[in-house]
């Protein structure tokens, strides 16, 4: 008897390279129950201009880097095409897709290449979750997975290879005979009793991603699944109260060090990386006890460089320590804005004060440090994104990133730009380092964009170069010579 075949198709915004653990996840279930599994990657495809990590480095937020001494290098043949073979000659009993907001478009493109082949299609990920009924009223969709996708997808599959009604998979919505099965939220897995991701379904050159300026052979390895946290920019909180309205507990989870230190032992060896990426929202979000178990049994058994994420407030004295004896290569904090009252509006609380602790406690370790700062909220002016500068300028990072502010769907931001008149409600999202899609009187967008050009060298460069900094703001002839000139100063005194 054949097999039942599964193609995952991950749409991607070109070169982002960091391997996350979606679409992994997914193959290890399916693969366990002895379902056949081959991946559709667009990340390698030239699909833009310029890459994520290329407008970075031309923002001066990355090193410059070179993939190419690692062998990663653009596919230039033409994605649709592409899909178009891999599906003919693979023939697929289901294509899976999972979608974000900025990558739902290119995934429909690219399944309505095939549709005529008849091929059972289901959309799943963040943007499905929170924008159901558009995704499951698609023409080129058959059924969507919201929230976790391992045991539903699973489930589906199995479902479909006996012949059996579909119709009642719990996490799944399914259109049938003109009608659309909406079915409840299933509990969440159990995090400490799941299969190791399966990265082997990416090509070589998928492992290999720049960290400022050096390019690593790295894996992701999640430690947690959700957030404690409630930030209105992010969807954690409404995927929180997704599961609470359900009747179902256990939306945040951690695992525990013993199991965290059994799989990254594993897929070193599995994958030969040199770099491990921690995949959680928070990395101190987890117990005192818990962070001291986790980083005294990696430090005794690993020692691998690392690279993480937490919030200024979970940094203590001790937890830094911590991390220098994991051997942690990279720290990266959220500021996100430098006015205390309107931070404590998007729901993230802590105090400037906070934060400069944090960042003096980091100083004096080690470790280098990313700022990220977000310009362009919903209600924000030129006056208040330069408390953002200002706080900066009071803290010393390594490197500064300033990202677009992005209403994705499921954040309580996106409702109040649609309420505030900011948003256009069929406005396509297009990353965090574009452009704003925010139309707001006080803060154009094109202000913003050249405040988040400009932000590290209002940060770094004295206060006597901000007249020329302001001139750096402009997308013209003079505003580009100038952005040129200072960025060369920056290149030269602090990269």
């Known amino acids: 008897m054949n097999k039942f075949k599964v193609l995952l198709v991950y749409p991607n915004l070109q070169m982002v390279n960091l ?52 062998g990663v290098e653009y596919n230039d043949a033409n994605i649709f095409e592409d899909f178009k073979i891999v599906v003919e000659e693979y023939k697929p009993d289901l294509i899976g897709v999972s979608a974000t907001d900025d990558t739902y478009d290119q995934g429909i493109d690219l ?23 558009k995704v499951i009223n698609d023409e080129n969709v058959d059924a969507i997975c919201m929230a976790e996708g391992e045991e539903a997808l699973v489930e589906l599959c199995n479902k479909l290879m ?4 579909i119709t009642g998979v ?75 309205d359900a009747g179902v507990s256990g939306y945040y989870r951690v695992k525990s060090p013993a199991r965290i230190i059994e799989e990254v032992k594993c897929q070193i060896e599995r994958y030969k990386a040199d770099y491990i990426y921690f995949n959680s929202e928070t990395f101190f979000a987890r117990g005192q006890e818990s962070i001291e178990e986790f980083g005294r049994e990696y430090a005794a058994k690993i020692g691998l460089p690392f690279w993480c994420q937490t919030r200024p407030e979970t ?31 998007l729901n993230k609380p802590f105090t400037n004060e906070q934060a400069i602790n944090a960042f003096k406690i980091l100083e004096k370790s080690r470790i280098p440090v990313t700022v990220h700062n977000i310009i362009g909220f919903p209600g924000e002016t030129r006056e208040l994104a330069f408390d953002t500068i200002r706080l900066n300028r009071q803290i010393e990072a390594d490197s500064i990133t300033a990202l677009f502010f992005v209403p994705y769907t499921g954040t309580p931001l996106r409702q109040l730009c649609l309420e505030k008149g900011y948003l256009d409600p069929n406005a396509k999202t297009n990353g965090v380092v574009k452009s704003s899609i925010l139309n707001m009187p006080n803060f154009p967008p094109d202000a913003i964009k050249g405040l988040v050009r400009t932000f590290p060298l209002y940060v770094k460069l004295p206060e006597s170069y901000f007249d020329k900094i302001e001139i750096a703001e402009q997308h013209n002839k003079e505003g580009d010579g100038m952005y040129a000139e200072l960025r060369k100063i920056y290149y030269e005194d602090y990269f």
């Open 162 to 165: 006996a012949n059996d009604d």
């Open 19 to 70: 391997l996350l653990s979606n679409i992994p996840i997914l193959s290890a279930y399916l693969k366990e129950s002895g379902i056949d599994v081959r991946l559709f990657d667009a990340t390698m495809y030239k699909t833009a201009e310029k890459s994520i990590d290329e407008i970075r480095v031309e923002n001066l937020q990355l090193r410059p880097f070179n993939l190419k001494e690692k």
């Open 315 to 345: 940094i203590t004295e001790r937890r830094v320590k911590i991390l220098e004896d994991m051997n942690c290569d990279r720290v990266s904090i959220g500021l996100e804005h430098g006015n205390e009252e309107f931070r404590k509006k």
């Open 111 to 133: 399944v309505s290449h095939i549709r005529d082949k008849g091929i059972f299609t289901i959309v799943g990920g963040v943007y499905p979750t929170f924008s159901p009924d």
């Open 170 to 244: 719990k996490n799944i919505w399914v259109k049938k005979h003109g009608k659309i099965y909406k079915n409840e939220t299933r509990k969440p897995i159990s995090l400490n009793e799941s299969l190791f991701e399966d990265f082997s379904i990416f090509e070589e050159n998928r492992f290999f991603r720049p960290m400022q300026g050096k390019v690593y052979r790295m894996i992701p390895v999640t430690i947690d699944r959700g957030c404690p946290y409630k930030c209105d920019f992010c969807a954690a909180p409404l995927k929180r109260k997704m599961y609470k």
